[in-house]
């Protein structure tokens, strides 16, 4: 809950919402006490979720899905909803679901000089903190860059990143930061903690990268908006050298 926690009130009576139990932003099992807001009969419920196996049930029935975080079941449950609605069969949304495949930056799974590289779109705090929470839910030895601009699509103002939560990384040995504020996101991770030996800033992709790549570490890689395909591309330009 010390998220920036934008779903907080009623959006109706405006009285603090009450959560049974809370994911992330507004996600979670809430009620308002004074309207009975949120008080819904389940329509589609979700359980034995495995993010390692990267499954998840319904109605009796597993779907595999291409990736493992909370917010991809989400999604899913979401589609299968609308999929429940329109009568599409169990058996075409069980292989879209196990052949879809995310290659527009939104956790997306590349090899960069046989590193697993796993990079997500973060254009506000809750998106950031979900790829965080991503990173932290995987014990391996791990480098993070985070890529982050400040043009016209992005917002000028970059402050949202004090709402970021880089408290407590799990096993993180090194920090690049890049893009147009390279240095901004630099401060924000020293002020939280993380050792400033090991938080390395470069104003271009291309220095970044080849400092990022210096360890066989895993590689989590987060770029908001205007910066996430620049780097996708550098990231493919770079596995080609
Ligand atoms: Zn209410």
Redesign the pocket.
Known sequence: MKEAGEGKF??????K?VYEYYQYSHIGKFK??????GDNKIYKYAYNIDLNKRCFDVDGITYSIPGNNIYTIYNHLAVLAVCSLYNIDTEIVLKSFKDFSLNNGRSEEMLIKDCKSIINLAKNPTGANVSIRMLNENEDAKDLLFVLNDNIADGKDVSWIWDINFDKLNNVNRIITSGTRAYDIAIRIKVAGFDEDKIFPFLDIESALEKLYETSNTKYIIANYTALQPTRTALKRFNNQ
């Open positions: 009623c959006p109706f009576c405006k009285t919402l308002c006490p004074n309207c009975n807001y």
